[in-house]
């Protein structure tokens, strides 16, 4: 009989951000103990003082998915190979497409060849280090590079992450190829964002030739960068100071920073006063003082949030009621012809006519209304909810789509 094989092993292994010293213990093990190590000619270059008697093989950017392809194809021959990636090999890194690789081939964890995935210190994490602490709140990482993601994509994410005031870490910022790309996210940053925002700029983290600098959203375009440099976009709240860029926490919300205090009305081991309760407490007090979408324009909150609260909450002898049946609730209220319809967008946008001025047909598909210089076509299929109200305010009625986006309401 003949001997078994052995059975292969493939070590995905992030090298963090350059510095031997910045690699974590089990990544240098798994290279160690690696009889072959595959890799971005650059980041083998990176780590050449752990290269010993191992087989090393070299690639030139672009070559990911061969790359994947060497290393899988080795561990399978009972080999045990260390694919590297430099930063975390699971963020923009190698696990992404060797992981698609194993399982468009069938492959499911237990079988050979093993795989391990090492993590790594992120590029992310290693910048920021540099410049302070501008990373301690919600944030959030994307990539400008549209080498594989359509830009319509990205643009979202940064609309979406703008919109939210996220802190933005940018991976692959721009290259000699790709020069509009940072421009084109810089003018969309600046839709929702001060020009003054603190914006970090940090070339080749922890590498021979380091360099950290601060400036702003606005002077991002005078900035020396390229595909080594990492950019971190602060929030409305991070602050530049003394060469140092920090993103506040929250702790001065909650206590007096001189004394560790907690504020009045605040509780020291409690959620904020305008935490979830404290803002539901706040939609209901100001629905039932001036209506939804005086209330809406008020705290800037969605009119489907509102409903949504009001449902639930003891509000008696008022009542918000969520109807079972949308579309016939909508054709039924569009017959009051002394209500009131209005259709808003979330930008603010608003249409306003009263009933008996408005011609409405209805059938199968669609609903389409229609007034002395404009007209509405409404698929049915976007009429997913619906709500009955009653507030001091007066009665109206709501319609959203499956989102909770509101359509439109009739009072």
Known sequence: MGSRRARGRLYLVGIGPGALSEMTERARAAIAAADVVIGYRTYLRLIADLLGTQEVIAREMAEELDRCAEALALARSGRTVALVSSGDVGIFGMAGPLYELLLEQGWTPGEDPEVEVIPGVTAASACAALVGAPLTHDFCAISLSDLLTPWPVIARRLESAARGD????????????????????????????????????????????????????????????GMLTQLIIGNASTRAQSGLMVTPRGYALKYRLADGRARPGEQARGSLSSG????????????????????????????????????????????????????????????????????????????????????????????????????????????????????????????????????????
């Open 276 to 411: 979830l309760e404290g803002w539901r407490r706040r939609l209901i007090e100001q629905a039932l003082a001036s209506g939804i979408e005086d209330a809406a324009t008020r705290l800037g909150a969605a009119a489907g949030e509102i409903l949504e609260v009001l449902e639930s909450a003891p509000i008696a002898p008022w009542s918000v009621r969520r109807e079972a049946h949308a579309w016939p609730l909508l054709e039924s209220t569009l017959r009051q012809p002394g209500a009131r319809l209005v259709v808003g967008t979330p930008a603010g946008a608003r249409i306003e006519a009263r009933l008996a001025a408005v011609t409405c047909v209805s059938t199968p598909q669609r609903l389409h209304i229609q007034a002395p210089g404009w007209q509405l076509e409404l698929p049915r299929a976007a009429v997913q909810r619906a709500y009955r109200v009653v507030l001091p305010s007066g009665e109206s009625t709501w319609f959203q789509d499956g989102a909770g986006e509101t359509l439109l309401w009739i009072a």
């Open 166 to 225: 996220f802190v933005i870490a940018l991976y692959n910022p721009k290259s000699s190829r790709r020069p509009a790309q940072l421009l084109a996210a810089r003018d969309l940053l600046l839709r929702h964002r001060d020009p003054l925002t603190p914006v970090a700029v940090v070339r080749a983290a922890f590498r021979p030739r380091q360099d950290a600098r601060i400036t702003t959203l606005a002077a991002l375009a005078d900035a020396e960068i």
